[in-house]
């Protein structure tokens, strides 16, 4: 039998947005986005970013703690709230950005030079008006956001009927373990938002993936897999070669990739066609392209190679599994160039999508918000942001109804900021309800399965 839905949440006040409105420092959290943003916090590297949350949550008065998988990139989780018997809502947003390494030799193979030295990889400024810096974009800024929200919401003495989890969260972005790179160090979903779920103590109603969005929203995210494709041949002693007169005839493998590469292109333009998923939630485009290659060791050369890889990341849209695209890449190579090859999924980490039902009052509570702050309804938001992974799948993948929702994705102004921090706190508000009086009860907006805890309505 399928949930009964209860209304949406209760009433907000023009008082209340006025009072969140004046309680919401513009400077203020100009300041906090820039101290945090340029903290640097490249994947792997994010616990210097993570005590300064810590801290910052500490002396605000929201009870923090830390919960990692390791000591030096944990989840920091702060609440505000919770003293009566409305609904959760649980923000996240991550701590790590993307960049290079900062290991030369591994930087190296690629990026140039002169991108390497790219100031926006982590410093942030103000400039003519808006940000720069890519930590502010992704994803440092909206997390000081919803920090400011939180900060307003208890300035203005509005205190919430049920929690709110301010959670702060390392590997979104990556790494991914592969091959010989493996290890603690290497891990980034796993020990972010998901381990939290699992080890963070937190029991969100809703949840919400702090994340540029131009002030639209989705609760569509999708996955994406990296299939390791090798190609097998025969290693040769160079001066006893017999060069054929067609590269696709050399007995190395790599001779043969040029070939490959262009069935591969090709089955990632038909995939991107094939893949296209619409729904009331958002629009998913998901891609493909080769990551890498690798083939042959360099120092120990002389006699060619009798394996090549190619590393190809592929998106899935919410409804496609890892397993039918290696059997659509299988069929296709073979087609092409024979049995001598193998595929394989090395990551694989599939997308999701919110029941559209359950998710309503949230959504709901964002339209209103938006409405409110900026004059018209946040939207569905452009299919680029539901075309990728941000941690609303984590909850969804749990049941536990999930949008992604942000301030203007590129190059911010600290009003976006300013309107985006309103956004969070009235949204929290509506979500969690009031805690007007002892014993006071919020309105309930979540399925009622009665008293299975199995999640089935009794008949």
Not at 199 to 227: N, R, S
Not at 409 to 415: C, E, G, I, L, V
Request: charged share 20%; hydrophobic share 40%.
């Amino acid at each position: 039998m399928k949930p009964e839905i209860f209304a949406a949440p209760g009433s907000i006040t023009e008082g209340d947005k006025q009072a969140i409105a004046a309680a919401i420092d513009g400077d203020e959290l100009t300041e906090l986005a820039l101290t945090l943003g340029n903290i640097p916090s490249p994947a792997g590297h994010e616990g210097k970013a993570a005590e300064f949350v810590y801290e910052w949550l500490k002396r605000e008065g929201f009870n923090p703690r830390k919960v990692g998988a390791t000591e030096d990139r944990p989840n920091v989780i702060g609440t505000y709230g919770g003293g009566g018997d409305g609904l959760n809502l649980l923000y996240c947003a991550h701590l790590d950005t993307e960049s290079p390494t900062w290991d030369p030799d591994v930087d190296a193979y690629k990026y140039r030079p002169a991108t390497i030295q790219n100031r926006e990889w982590q410093e942030c400024w103000l400039e003519n008006g808006v940000f720069y810096g890519y930590p502010i974009a992704n994803d440092r800024g909206p997390m000081s956001c919803f920090l400011m929200a939180a900060k307003a919401l208890k300035k203005a003495g509005i205190d919430l009927s049920g929690k709110l989890y301010l959670t702060a969260n390392p590997g979104e972005i990556g790494p991914e373990p592969i091959e010989e790179m493996r290890g603690t160090s290497y891990l980034g979903k796993d020990i972010g938002a998901n381990y939290m779920f699992y080890h963070g103590g937190v029991a969100p109603d809703y949840a919400i993936a702090a994340e540029g969005c131009d002030f639209g929203l989705t609760w569509v995210g999708c996955g994406y897999a990296v299939f390791r494709i090798r190609l097998f041949g025969q290693s040769v002693f160079t001066p006893l070669l017999n060069m054929p007169e067609k590269a696709s005839d050399h007995p190395s493998p790599i001779y043969r990739m040029g070939g490959l590469i262009d069935v591969i292109h090709a089955w990632s333009r038909d995939h991107e066609v094939r893949s296209l998923y619409q729904s009331p939630g958002g629009t998913a485009t998901p891609k493909s392209q080769i990551a890498a290659v690798r083939g042959g060791v360099p120092y120990a050369f002389g006699a060619g190679t009798e394996i090549c890889a190619l590393y190809l990341e592929v998106g899935l849209s919410p409804i496609q599994q890892v397993a039918q695209i290696q059997h659509s890449l299988e069929r296709t190579i073979r087609a092409a160039i024979g049995n001598d090859f193998e595929v394989e999924a090395v990551v694989a980490r599939h997308g999701f999508e919110a029941d559209e039902k359950l998710v309503k009052p949230l959504v709901d509570a964002v339209e209103a918000a938006t409405q409110s702050t900026l004059g018209r309804p946040a939207g569905i938001a452009a299919p680029i942001y539901s075309s990728m992974w941000r941690d609303h799948n984590v909850f969804n993948m749990q049941r536990i109804p999930a949008i992604t929702t942000g301030f203007k994705r590129w190059r911010p102004s600290p009003a976006d900021m300013v309107a985006s921090a309103q956004i969070y706190a009235l949204t929290a508000l509506g979500i969690c309800g009031r805690m007007e009086s002892p014993g006071h009860t919020a309105a309930r907006n979540v399925p009622v399965y009665g008293d299975n805890p199995f999640g089935a309505k009794k008949d």
